[in-house]
């Protein structure tokens, strides 16, 4: 019953962001209002609240590396794959069909199968993530296909600047890097802290999905449909197989593997329809997409949840 109501809310948020705007509440660029504020305020303070209650133990490294590594290769491989076509549907399919939405999703959804101890792989394997998901992506994307009209036109030194300002211009990014740092050093993040990002942290779920709702708009092109057919397939190959890389591979605990291999089944990252709308305007076909995938993401991450733990 929990796993029903929890999957129910998450799409009730999203079906209502769409509602809102079919009704007129909303107007169709709101949801960059919302953008504005999950990015710079709820999911920092997610990512904080998240080092704060999680014991993050330095020797799930490996952990933090296969996260790295699964959505860098991707993309990659998606840059390889697809030259013979068009760079809008290029950069779509590189920006959309990699990187997870770990902390507005995975994390939610596996700690309520699994419970709350499930969340510390999870947000390792979201270090690693986010390196690419914060800004990486963005980064990279742009540098391979050219995103930017101006680049060509562009010094080294003016290209490096460019390079750097998309990371550090990156609250979620920033947090990370800081939390990474208080985690080396030992640091524990004060009380006070905590109880003031709290009500701010447990926003980023439903303003996350919300915004989804917002974004989106049923694609009627036929360039549109099949491009977003593409990413949902590209996403699938990348799962199965990050998680048979984090089932057979990872030399960690059983519990550990499976909970990562769960997490590989996220859905299109948050950051992916921000730096869709931002670079190729096509923010609401990557909100609809995100929509699909999330749907299907819920139904193998509960399927895995209540199978895979037979199997340890």
């Known amino acids: 019953m929990d796993l029903a109501l929890q999957t129910g809310a998450l799409l009730l948020a999203i079906v209502m962001g769409y509602a809102g705007k079919r009704a007129g509440f909303f107007g169709a660029k709101d949801y960059r209002l919302l953008q504005t504020l999950i990015f710079n305020v709820t999911l920092p303070c997610a990512v904080i609240l998240s080092f704060a209650k999680n014991d993050h ?11 790295f590594v699964s959505t860098l290769i991707p993309l ?33 959804v596996i700690t309520t199968f699994l419970g709350a101890g499930a969340g510390v792989p ?17 980064v990279l994307t742009n540098l391979l296909l050219h995103l930017d009209p101006n680049w ?35 640091i524990a ?61 990872l030399p960690l605990a059983p519990q550990i593997r499976m909970i990562v291999a769960i997490t590989a089944f ?3 990252s948050i950051f992916s329809t921000k730096f869709v709308d931002q670079t190729l305007d096509r923010g609401q076909l990557a909100g609809f997409s995100l929509t699909v995938n999330a749907v299907i993401s819920l139904l193998i991450m509960a399927g895995l949840c209540a199978w895979l733990p037979a199997l340890l």
């Open 57 to 67: 133990d330095l020797r799930m490294f490996w952990v933090i590396l296969l996260g």
């Open 76 to 108: 990659l491989v998606i840059y390889a794959s697809t030259r013979r076509a068009p760079k809008a549907s290029r950069g779509f399919q590189m920006l959309a069909g990699t990187t997870f939405n770990i902390g507005s999703f995975a994390l939610p």
């Open 122 to 138: 999870v947000v390792m394997f979201d270090i690693g993530n986010a390196m690419m998901c914060a800004a990486g992506s963005l």
């Open 152 to 186: 060509d036109g562009m010094t080294a030194a003016q290209r490096g600047r460019v390079i750097a300002r998309n990371f550090y211009s990156s609250v979620p990014f920033d947090m990370y890097i800081v939390m990474i740092v208080l985690l080396l050093a030992g």
């Open 189 to 249: 993040i004060p009380g006070p802290v905590v109880t003031l990002v709290t009500p701010f942290a447990n926003a980023n779920t439903f303003l996350s999905m919300i915004m989804v709702g917002m974004m989106m708009e049923i694609p009627h092109d036929r360039s549109d449909v099949l491009d977003m057919a593409k990413v949902q397939v590209w996403r699938l190959a990348v799962a199965v197989c990050v998680a048979l890389a984090a089932w057979y591979l």
């Open 266 to 268: 996220a859905p299109i």
